[in-house]
């Protein structure tokens, strides 16, 4: 079965700095990966999502990530922060299983200092 | 496009009243659709995933159940709430496209229990 990991429960990062979001997974295949980012109170958003081919994965909002399978991860990056920007970030691993399904992390609070 | 919808947005009950969120699904046909539930501060829960009319997966047994009358509607349920079932409900949908799929996020709804 497949399992994903977020290793930092919040960060901290001043507005106009580079961001740089952990996501690690555990799965044997290759995996279908996803970044979602939710706002206090609202539904969560796709960012973006990595299914196969290049590595490097754009998003929505100037968002990025990179699929590492060497390293089982998936890291999600921006290089500019605004302060709209303060959300939950969640990682998500698919696979199939029985049906496809959908794996959550944690969750990464992003707090954006001015 | 697709939308999604979710009712009510907020919702406040009494322990031991009963329970009913809807979500509805536009502009696709034959969805995947889920129940999360997402308690203050943790991440996604699932509870119920339906592949289709009258079929009903549950992940983790509680007083909780779903119904999907039609296609494009879920509906979650309570006969009698617990203040344990506070927290944000959400509802997605996907469609499977052969190797993967995607899931989509309604806003949610903030029920509390008291």
């Known amino acids: 079965a497949q399992s994903v990991t977020q290793p930092d429960i919040h960060i901290t990062v001043s507005e106009g700095a580079s961001l740089e979001l952990r996501c690690n997974y555990s799965y044997g295949a290759t995996p279908y990966l996803f970044w979602y980012v939710q706002s206090p109170g609202q539904g969560l958003q796709l960012l973006l999502k990595?299914?196969?081919?290049?590595?490097l994965v754009q998003g929505i909002k100037g968002f990025e990530a990179e699929f590492k399978r060497s390293q089982s991860s998936f890291n999600l990056r921006k290089p500019s922060v605004h302060w709209s920007d303060a959300a939950e970030y969640f990682c998500?691993?698919?696979?199939?299983?029985?049906?496809?399904?959908?794996?959550f992390g944690a969750g990464t609070r992003l707090f954006v200092k001015a | 496009s697709q939308t999604i919808h979710q009712w009510p947005a907020t919702l406040v009950q009494p322990v031991g009243s009963p329970l009913s969120l809807e979500c509805t699904v536009e502009g696709t046909s034959n969805p995947n659709l889920y129940w999360y539930r997402q308690a203050a501060g943790r991440g996604l829960q699932l509870l119920f995933y339906s592949v289709g009319i009258g079929q009903i997966s549950s992940e983790v047994p509680q007083n909780l159940s779903a119904s999907r009358p039609q296609d494009r509607q879920f509906i979650l349920s309570s006969k009698k709430l617990l203040l344990s079932d506070s927290g944000f409900y959400l509802c997605a949908w996907s469609v499977s496209s052969g190797y993967t799929d995607t899931q989509y996020f309604g806003p949610g709804t903030r029920l509390t229990v008291l």
């Open positions: 990595y299914f196969s081919g290049d590595t």
């Open positions: 998500a691993v698919g696979a199939w299983a029985g049906g496809f399904k959908t794996i």
